[in-house]
């Protein structure tokens, strides 16, 4: 298609995940013009404006709140849309990143919105403590994980956002709201999509803090997922498969195996086929794995396992595009061989997929609402009019499945279908009238895909 019929389309289907394809992906800037314009981690999206304020004190945020007609909060950045883009004002909590209270009693720690999970898992390892879960980044901040349910594997862990236990936010007034699991509206202002005001302070559930020991297998024939799928995906508390689509394998599959402190734990040479790495991997086997979690079968504390990559490292392939489409468990092979008749078209322009599974939750606007999941993520390589007309046809494929779209990747599934898939997605609305009359919150990305709003 020519410039100008790509441009139209993708700023339509994907809901305003580009400002402007073509602006968001020109070169970067020498050093001295950063300040011109904000990207995001990826570098695939320019933010629409660098009016950007870093407010060190909840007060601070309420005065912005109550000054601005448009504000969003930015987060780690790391989203791949534009859903926390705003053409007014953004706001960082660069400096809202405190550990406020740990109670050891009730096994809860109360976090500023702003700490990223890298930085708070330490200390909680230091005192004993453990999250159920981690994503496979931990660069990324707590409130901006839980306001899009980014998640994390295991049969039965549920996402980040499910170890909530109660959660504040400022209104658009500028008042702070709290809620706990007691209040009917906690489940809905949990991924909360940024659209109900800054979250400010959040206490999550802990436990007891564990060992983790984790292996990786590399290729396990994919004909063994068709009567296995479940008792391979449950056969540690997580796993995830890394595939190319270029053959009929896994090429890799990455076990999570948590052990009793002192345990030896004991790993099969040979899993479903597939044989036991000998070496460190990388989920992108051309790349460099120091920068991954380790392997080997080492046992070591649950933070330093659970991500596949290590904090003090840049994360995942750098210039990259993600999306990722859930599903439900048990149609989870089924939906895998339906991406696998698109391998032709889909190989050349990727690092990477991978495969995981996600526990079902009450969580209003979680993609695991409800539904025990498979999550097919796919990391594409940075070019963006081929990927961007691939998506449709992937998400054509998975159609029947009744895919949902992580929230802060690229999609391009239409408010009509989106919409039916959300069961309480009204009484979501309902919620955002009640904080945010006006509409403060609401950028492009949530008109769009909350309220079907056309431009």
Same mark, same amino acid.
């Given at each position: 298609?020519?410039?100008?019929?790509?441009?139209?389309?993708?700023?339509?289907?994907?809901?305003?995940?580009?400002?402007?394809?073509?602006?968001?992906?020109?070169?970067?800037?020498?050093?001295?013009?950063?300040?011109?314009?904000?990207?995001?981690?990826?570098?695939?999206?320019?933010?629409?404006?660098?009016?950007?304020?870093?407010?060190?004190?909840?007060?601070?945020?309420?005065?912005?709140?109550?000054?601005?007609?448009?504000?969003?909060?930015? /987060?780690?950045?790391?989203?791949?849309?534009?859903?926390?883009?705003?053409?007014?004002?953004?706001?960082?909590?660069?400096?809202?990143?405190?550990?406020?209270?740990?109670?050891?009693?009730?096994?809860?720690?109360?976090?500023?919105? /702003?700490?990223?999970?890298?930085?708070?898992?330490?200390?909680?390892?230091?005192?004993?403590?453990?999250?159920?879960?981690?994503?496979?980044?931990?660069?990324?901040?707590?409130?901006?994980?839980?306001?899009? &349910?980014?998640?994390?594997?295991?049969?039965?862990?549920?996402?980040?956002?499910?170890?909530?236990?109660?959660?504040?936010?400022?209104?658009?007034?500028?008042?702070?709201?709290?809620?706990?699991?007691?209040?009917?509206?906690?489940?809905? &202002?949990?991924? /909360?999509?940024?659209?109900? /005001?800054?979250?400010?302070?959040?206490?999550?559930?802990?436990?007891?803090?564990?060992?983790?020991?984790?292996?990786?297998?590399?290729?396990?024939?994919?004909?063994?997922?068709?009567?296995?799928?479940?008792?391979?995906?449950?056969?540690?508390?997580?796993?995830?498969?890394?595939?190319?689509?270029?053959?009929?394998?896994?090429?890799?599959?990455?076990?999570?195996?948590?052990?009793?402190?002192?345990?030896?734990?004991?790993?099969?040479?040979?899993?479903?086929?597939?044989?036991?790495?000998?070496?460190?991997?990388?989920?992108?086997?051309?790349?460099?794995?120091?920068?991954?979690?380790?392997?080997?079968?080492?046992?070591?504390?649950?933070?330093?396992?659970?991500?596949?990559?290590?904090?003090?490292?840049?994360?995942?392939?750098?210039?990259?595009?993600?999306?990722?489409?859930?599903?439900?468990?048990?149609?989870?092979?089924? &939906?895998?061989?339906?991406?696998?008749?698109?391998?032709?078209?889909?190989?050349?322009?990727?690092?990477?997929?991978?495969?995981?599974?996600?526990?079902?939750?009450?969580?209003?606007?979680?993609?695991?609402?409800?539904?025990?999941?498979?999550?097919?993520?796919?990391?594409?390589?940075?070019?963006?009019?081929?990927?961007? &007309?691939?998506?449709?046809?992937?998400?054509?494929?998975?159609?029947?499945?009744?895919?949902?779209?992580?929230?802060?990747?690229?999609?391009?599934?239409?408010?009509?279908?989106?919409?039916?898939?959300?069961?309480?997605?009204?009484?979501?609305?309902?919620?955002?009238?009640?904080?945010?009359?006006?509409?403060?919150?609401?950028?492009?990305?949530?008109?769009?895909?909350?309220?079907?709003?056309?431009?």
């Amino acid at each position: 298609m020519n410039k100008r019929t790509f441009v139209k389309n993708t700023t339509v289907l994907i809901g305003a995940a580009f400002v402007s394809p073509w602006i968001s992906c020109s070169p970067k800037k020498p050093e001295s013009m950063q300040a011109d314009y904000l990207l995001n981690w990826a570098e695939n999206f320019r933010f629409s404006t660098n009016n950007v304020h870093y407010p060190k004190s909840i007060a601070e945020v309420q005065e912005l709140v109550k000054k601005s007609s448009s504000l969003r909060v930015l /987060g780690s950045r790391h989203s791949f849309n534009s859903i926390a883009d705003s053409d007014e004002m953004l706001v960082s909590f660069d400096h809202l990143n405190k550990i406020i209270s740990l109670d050891k009693e009730k096994m809860e720690v109360t976090v500023e919105g /702003g700490i990223k999970y890298g930085e708070l898992c330490t200390f909680l390892h230091e005192n004993g403590f453990a999250l159920h879960n981690l994503a496979s980044l931990p660069h990324i901040s707590v409130a901006g994980t839980i306001a899009t &349910a980014t998640h994390g594997s295991g049969l039965e862990n549920g996402n980040l956002s499910t170890g909530v236990a109660a959660l504040e936010f400022v209104n658009a007034k500028g008042q702070i709201v709290s809620l706990g699991k007691e209040d009917e509206e906690f489940y809905g &202002a949990v991924v /909360g999509l940024g659209a109900l /005001g800054p979250v400010t302070q959040v206490t999550l559930e802990l436990q007891p803090a564990f060992e983790v020991a984790q292996v990786v297998y590399l290729d396990m024939p994919m004909e063994a997922l068709k009567d296995n799928f479940r008792e391979i995906m449950g056969s540690a508390y997580s796993v995830s498969l890394f595939l190319d689509w270029a053959s009929d394998k896994v090429n890799e599959v990455w076990i999570k195996k948590r052990v009793t402190t002192g345990e030896e734990p004991e790993f099969p040479e040979e899993f479903f086929g597939a044989k036991k790495a000998s070496i460190k991997m990388h989920p992108v086997p051309s790349m460099d794995a120091e920068s991954c979690s380790e392997q080997l079968g080492t046992p070591g504390p649950w933070y330093d396992r659970l991500p596949h990559f290590k904090m003090e490292f840049q994360p995942s392939a750098g210039k990259e595009l993600q999306s990722e489409f859930f599903v439900s468990l048990e149609k989870g092979y089924e &939906a895998i061989m339906a991406v696998k008749e698109m391998s032709e078209q889909i190989h050349p322009h990727l690092f990477i997929s991978e495969i995981r599974t996600i526990k079902a939750d009450d969580l209003w606007m979680s993609t695991a609402y409800q539904r025990d999941s498979v999550a097919i993520h796919t990391t594409w390589k940075q070019e963006i009019p081929e990927v961007m &007309a691939l998506l449709p046809q992937m998400e054509s494929k998975l159609e029947k499945f009744n895919p949902r779209p992580h929230w802060a990747k690229l999609f391009t599934i239409p408010y009509s279908t989106l919409s039916s898939r959300y069961p309480k997605l009204e009484a979501f609305k309902t919620l955002l009238a009640k904080h945010d009359p006006d509409g403060k919150f609401r950028n492009e990305f949530v008109k769009r895909n909350v309220f079907g709003e056309e431009r």
